[in-house]
């Protein structure tokens, strides 16, 4: 399978800054939709399908969902990030029998 796009709702769709980071982490799009309260938005798709507004969910989502930003990595932070992950790995194995002594 692979990862086209990561969609962010809710509360962690708030912040640009957090967007770009979790971009600059996971090396993909991160995509805001203009609807963020996805679980508001669901129950509003399948109440439409209950009443015959939509003919299925498919089209309730079709209508209703659409990107707002698209947040996409910057590969000079991403290099960064990864040299300094993998500091904190040969950090975490260094350290890991003397956090167990405290």
């Given amino acids: 399978m692979f990862i086209n796009e990561i969609r962010a ?3 962690g769709a708030k912040s640009p ?3 770009q980071l979790k971009a600059d982490i996971v090396k993909h799009n991160i995509c805001t939709l203009q609807i963020r309260e ?3 938005l669901g129950a509003a798709i399948l109440a439409g399908t209950a009443c015959g507004a939509y003919r ?3 089209e309730g989502v079709e209508r209703t969902v659409a990107i707002n930003e ?3 990595p910057n590969y000079r932070a991403c290099n960064i990030y990864d040299k ?5 790995k040969d950090l975490y194995h260094t350290l890991k029998s003397i956090n167990r002594q405290l």
């Fill in 38 to 40: 996805a679980a508001c």
């Fill in 9 to 11: 709702v809710g509360g």
């Fill in 70 to 72: 698209v947040y996409m």
């Fill in 84 to 88: 300094r992950y993998n500091i904190y």
């Fill in 17 to 19: 800054k957090g967007l």
């Fill in 56 to 58: 299925s969910v498919d």
